[in-house]
C-alpha cells in the first residue's frame, strides 16, 4: 500500500534534490478526468501550501457558473510525485479544491467526498478503513478516426493485432493476430505489446503506484490490464488517475492511442473495471468469517444486500457513459445479473475464492467501468454498503447456477441492472437518499451531476442519427 507522509517542506527539499524545472497541479474535475496547469518551481513554497492558487471553476466541466467562477486549489503534499513520462523535470502534485470566500472544502470536489465517505466510515463504528482494488482495462490502438456533424457522422479504428488485419497489406503482414474473444494471455508475437505494457508498469511503479502484474485481455486489438495493489479509497483512486495518465502518455509516446472508453468494438469484448473492496476494523477484516459462505461475515453479506439493493442508482456513478451500456447487456457474460456468487461472472457481485485467507476475502462489484470518476464510484459504493450493514439488508441466495442452461422462466425471475445512461440517472433521481447521510453527497452535487449527463450525453446521442440506422432504414 502507498505509504507517502511527505510534509510541503520536504516536497520543496526533493524538489531541490532531484533538480526539478516545473511544478503541475492537478485536479479532477466532476466526471472523473484529471484538469492541471503549471507553475515554475521557484513559486513552490511552503507558504503556497496554505494558501493556494486560484483558478476560473466556471472553465471545468460541473463546477461553477460564471458569477461565481473563483475557486482555489491546495496542494496536498502527500500527492507528491516525480512525473516519470515528461521530459522537463517536472514534479506533479494533486489539489483539493475549495471556496474562496470562506476556505472550505468545495462540496462538488470528488476527493472531498471520498474524504467524507471515509470519516462516515470510522464514525458508524463498523470498521475504520476501507480497501480498494479497481481493475481498468484499456485498449491500445494504432489508429483511431471520429467525426459527428449534422450531415455526416463515422468511426474508424484500426489495430495491426485485431483479427481483421488478417488479410491486409502490412508490407509485410506477419500474421498472429488474434480472433474475436481470443486475447487473454497469449505470449508475443501474438501478444504484440508486451513492451508497451511494461514500460507502462514501470512508469507507474516510478510514479509511485505499486503493480501487481500486467497482461492482454480477452478482446482482439490490444485489449490489456495492468493490476494495481489495493489501497484505501484515497489512495486508490489518486492511483487509478495517474494509471490512466501513464498508460495513454506511454501509448502516444510508441506512437499508439489507448482508451478506456468501455465498448469501442462490436461484437468483442469491452473493458469494464471490477472494484475489489473490504472493510477492515483494528486490523482486522470485518468481512472474513470462516464459516460463512465464501468465507464471508454477515457484516460482508449486509454490505452486499446494500450493493444489490442500490446497483440502479450506483451506476449512474460507476458506468456514467452511454457507451457504458453497450457493454453492460444480458446474454453476453456482461456483470448485470444483481445477484451475488462464487462463480458466476455475469452476477454483479462476484467473490473471489482464489486464497481462503483472511486478508483475502472481500466483495467484487463488476459492473463499474475505467469512465468513471474513481473518488465518487468508491464512495457511493461504501454509503450503499454501509446503508446495507446499518440496515440488515439480506442479499438473498447466491446465484451460483449457470445462467446458460436455466429455463427461461427461471432466468425471468432474476432481476437486472437498467439498460441505459438515462435509466440510471433516473434511479440516481429517486434513490439518493443513502448518499446524503452526513453530508457526503450533497443535493447540489448530485442534481449538478444528473442535469449535466442528461444534457450533454444522454440527449446528445437520443438526437442523433446513428451510422447504422442508414444500413436498416434507408430503403425503407
Same mark, same amino acid.
Not at 95 to 104: A, E, G, L, S, W
Not at 137 to 158: G, H, L
Not at 263 to 284: A, C, R, T, Y
Given at each position: ?7 510541503? !517542506? ?16 492537478? +485536479? #479532477? ?5 484529471? @484538469?492541471?496547469?503549471?507553475? /515554475? ?45 515528461? #521530459? ?14 470562506? *476556505? ?5 470536489? /470528488? ?16 470498521? =475504520?478503513?476501507? *480497501? ?9 490502438? =494504432? ?14 479504428? =484500426? ?5 481483421? !488485419? ?10 498472429? @493476430? ?16 508486451? %513492451? ?45 488517475? !495517474? ?43 470485518? +468481512?472474513? %468469517? ?25 451506476? $449512474?456513478?460507476?458506468?456514467?457513459? #452511454? ?6 447487456? &444480458?446474454? +453476453? ?18 467473490? &473471489? ?20 470518476? &474513481?473518488?465518487? #464510484? ?8 454501509? %446503508?446495507?450493514?446499518?440496515? @440488515?439488508?439480506? &442479499? ?10 436455466? /429455463? ?50 444522454? %440527449? $446528445? ?5 446513428? /451510422? ?5 432504414? *434507408?430503403?425503407?
Amino acid at each position: 500500500m502507498s505509504s507517502n507522509n511527505l510534509e510541503p !517542506k520536504d516536497v520543496i527539499s526533493n524538489m531541490t534534490e532531484n533538480n526539478i524545472d516545473v511544478v503541475d497541479l492537478r +485536479f #479532477t474535475d466532476l466526471f472523473g478526468t484529471w @484538469q492541471h496547469f503549471s507553475i /515554475p518551481s521557484t513559486e513552490l513554497t511552503e507558504e503556497f501550501f496554505k494558501s493556494g492558487i486560484g483558478f476560473d471553476g466556471s472553465s471545468i466541466r460541473g463546477f461553477q457558473e460564471i458569477h461565481e467562477s473563483d475557486m482555489l486549489l491546495i496542494p496536498d503534499a502527500k500527492t507528491s510525485f516525480i512525473d516519470p513520462v515528461l #521530459t522537463i523535470p517536472t514534479l506533479a502534485i494533486i489539489c483539493d479544491i475549495y471556496d474562496p470566500t470562506n *476556505f472550505q472544502p468545495y462540496s462538488r470536489d /470528488p476527493r472531498y467526498v471520498a474524504k467524507k465517505a471515509n470519516n462516515y466510515l470510522v464514525e458508524s463504528n463498523i470498521a =475504520d478503513t476501507s *480497501f480498494w482494488g479497481p481493475e481498468a482495462e484499456f485498449f491500445i490502438f =494504432d489508429d483511431v478516426k471520429y467525426e459527428s456533424t449534422p450531415y455526416s457522422s463515422y468511426y474508424a479504428i =484500426d489495430s495491426n493485432e485485431g483479427w481483421w !488485419k488478417s488479410g491486409a497489406n502490412l508490407d509485410p503482414n506477419l500474421g498472429s @493476430q488474434i480472433q474475436a474473444k481470443r486475447g487473454y494471455s497469449p505470449v508475443p508475437p501474438v501478444d504484440s505489446f508486451q %513492451d508497451v505494457r511494461s514500460d507502462m508498469m514501470l512508469n507507474l511503479i516510478a510514479a509511485g503506484v505499486p503493480v501487481e502484474a500486467h497482461h492482454h485481455e480477452v478482446a482482439s486489438a490490444g485489449q490489456s490490464e495492468i493490476d494495481l495493489k489495493y489501497d484505501t479509497m484515497m489512495n486508490a483512486s489518486d492511483n487509478l488517475l !495517474k494509471y490512466k495518465y501513464i498508460v495513454r502518455m506511454i501509448a502516444r509516446q510508441h506512437g499508439l492511442t489507448a482508451t478506456f472508453m468501455p465498448k469501442p468494438i462490436f461484437e468483442d469484448n469491452g473493458s469494464g473495471m471490477h472494484v475489489h473492496q473490504s472493510l477492515w476494523k483494528n486490523g482486522k477484516n470485518v +468481512f472474513y %468469517d470462516k464459516n460463512g459462505y465464501a468465507q464471508l461475515s454477515d457484516i460482508a453479506l449486509y454490505y452486499i444486500g446494500g450493493l444489490l439493493k442500490h446497483a440502479p442508482a450506483l451506476l $449512474a456513478f460507476a458506468a456514467p457513459t #452511454t457507451n457504458s451500456y453497450r457493454r453492460l447487456v &444480458p446474454g +453476453f457474460e456482461a456483470p448485470v445479473n444483481l445477484a451475488y456468487s462464487i462463480r458466476n461472472r455475469s452476477a454483479i457481485c462476484r467473490l &473471489p475464492v482464489i486464497s481462503k485467507s483472511e486478508s483475502a476475502t472481500r466483495i467484487e462489484f463488476r459492473a463499474p467501468d475505467p469512465t468513471c470518476n &474513481p473518488y465518487l #464510484t468508491c464512495a457511493a459504493m461504501l454509503m450503499a454498503g454501509l %446503508d446495507g450493514i446499518e440496515n @440488515q439488508i439480506d &442479499p438473498g441466495n447466491a446465484l451460483d447456477k449457470d445462467l446458460y442452461n436455466l /429455463p427461461a422462466e427461471e432466468v425471468a425471475e432474476i432481476s437486472q441492472v437498467p439498460g441505459s445512461l438515462a435509466e440510471v440517472l433516473n434511479e440516481l433521481e429517486k434513490n439518493h437518499d443513502f448518499l446524503l447521510k452526513a453530508d457526503v453527497f450533497t443535493p447540489d452535487l448530485i442534481e449538478n451531476y444528473i442535469s449535466y449527463k442528461r444534457d450533454n450525453e444522454v %440527449d $446528445a446521442i437520443r438526437l442523433r442519427t446513428h /451510422p447504422h440506422e442508414f444500413n436498416l432504414y *434507408f430503403d425503407s
